[in-house]
């Protein structure tokens, strides 16, 4: 029959291309493996590779090395999706997540100053309070060439001593359990939108036309109910969307 | 002591008052009421009614006949804020959130069809398919004479037989869950942002400049996995905010 002339590896590619369509595998994603391919198909390990290299070839995923093969952003509107809600999304950090999704992230920090005196910040009507010394990092967030986040934290650096001292190029929620051994606890973030416009001089986003952004107000608690981080960024609101799930069984009360 | 002249009906609303301003009660929140004032303070129904009275007369809560006191949304910026990944609060309605905190809700009915054929939607790069029969209502929802949110839902008519004849005032979930019997399971909902224009034929809130507005596309599923309700709903970005709760407990894997 002509169907057995299909080779293995396109049939598995098909296959892994369908989960990825049909949103059971979502950007930011791992496909299987080869070594998953191998026992799940039955194939032979150049037969795996080849089905990975095809997902990867027809744009569906990347490879990054060390780590697995990732479903890339393909949303047809070309927002990039964050997970607001869960803690594990919150672990990885934001120039993980665009490798991921086969962009080169890159950093400018426009500020980082040790603050004696803390800060004091109105998210919503209710005041956070970080005794200093704060850590203020202001930091503009590029894919490749463009602007996607504009991001200032204050950490408390009663909760991480010599937090300023450190790579922070890795997710900070990871560093603060890691390196700090903070039980973290609650993280309360708010979304609003505004429109900023090209002439503002805090607008850093190089657009010659009013752009809408997201602005995002978070605090980070410990357990104990310590502040450890606020952060209030931007989010380009053209190349960004926040998506939320909710399950009825964990959140009712 | 002058001290004590204070009368205490001004004390415990003072301390009511202080409790709202640290955050510890939200807008939408009951205030205690007239009973578990007089528990607490050991006072007369006099003054605990006074006390309440006088929270209500600075402005902070407001009392709803048969109901209880509640706080009214007073952040500093006058956004209204909209708590997501939270079943509890997907089970209040959008018109009774809005009457808890001060405002006359009003709606108006711009489409109710029934549409044989079902639909597709996308969010997100994901289809959702319902169906048909569907039941699509496109609502402009106010609070005293400002549009906040123009909303259209999908309702699949298989999972909720003649809810074109029923009174839908009241929250949708409560009406699935209730009436319907049935089990929801997960909620998905994504948040985007983008600005429209006064002239924009699509544009019914009524603002001569242009408006940052949220876009809200959701999903309903039961815990079977079917589809109950689509939705997809802008919300004047001038006038709400979104807030997420992360609690690592509920969600770590």
Not at 89 to 99: A, G, I, M, Q, V
Not at 139 to 147: N, P, Q
Not at 203 to 208: A, H, K, L, M, R
């Given at each position: ?6 080779p ?12 990825i ?9 791992k496909?299987?493996?080869e ?7 039955n ?13 990867e070839?027809k744009?569906w995923?990347?490879?990054i090395k ?11 509107d070309?927002?990039?999706t ?13 120039s993980n ?10 950093n ?23 005794d ?13 060439e ?18 300023n001292i450190l ?5 900070l ?5 890691d ?12 979304l609003g939108?505004?429109?900023l416009l090209?002439?503002e ?7 010659e036309i009013?752009?809408?952004?997201f ?9 104990e109910?310590k ?27």
């Amino acid at each position: 029959m002509t169907k057995n002339t299909i080779p293995k590896y396109l049939t598995i590619s098909k296959e892994i291309i369908q989960r990825i369509e049909s949103g059971e595998l979502e950007a930011g994603d791992k496909v299987p493996s080869e070594n998953e391919l191998i026992k799940t198909y039955n194939v032979s390990n150049t037969t795996a590779r080849k089905s990975l290299l095809e997902v990867e070839l027809k744009g569906w995923a990347t490879r990054i090395k060390g780590k697995g093969t990732f479903v890339l952003n393909r949303s047809d509107d070309k927002h990039l999706t964050r997970v607001l809600g869960s803690f594990h999304n919150d672990l990885e950090s934001f120039s993980n997540n665009l490798l991921k999704e086969g962009f080169t992230p890159r950093n400018i920090i426009l500020e980082k100053t040790i603050l004696e005196n803390g800060i004091s910040s109105n998210i919503n009507g209710r005041y956070y309070i970080i005794d200093g010394p704060v850590l203020k990092i202001h930091r503009l967030r590029y894919a490749d060439e463009t602007l996607l986040k504009d991001e200032t934290k204050y950490i408390s650096m009663t909760c991480c001593p010599k937090i300023n001292i450190l790579d922070i190029e890795e997710s900070l929620n990871k560093i603060y359990i890691d390196k700090y051994q903070l039980k973290l606890g609650e993280v309360q973030r708010t979304l609003g939108t505004t429109i900023l416009l090209p002439k503002e001089p805090e607008n850093y986003f190089d657009v010659e036309i009013p752009l809408a952004v997201f602005i995002l107000d978070g605090a980070i608690y410990t357990i104990e109910g310590k502040i450890v981080e606020i952060e209030k960024s931007y989010y380009r609101g053209d190349k960004y969307k926040f998506s939320i799930k909710t399950k009825p069984e964990l959140s009712k009360e």
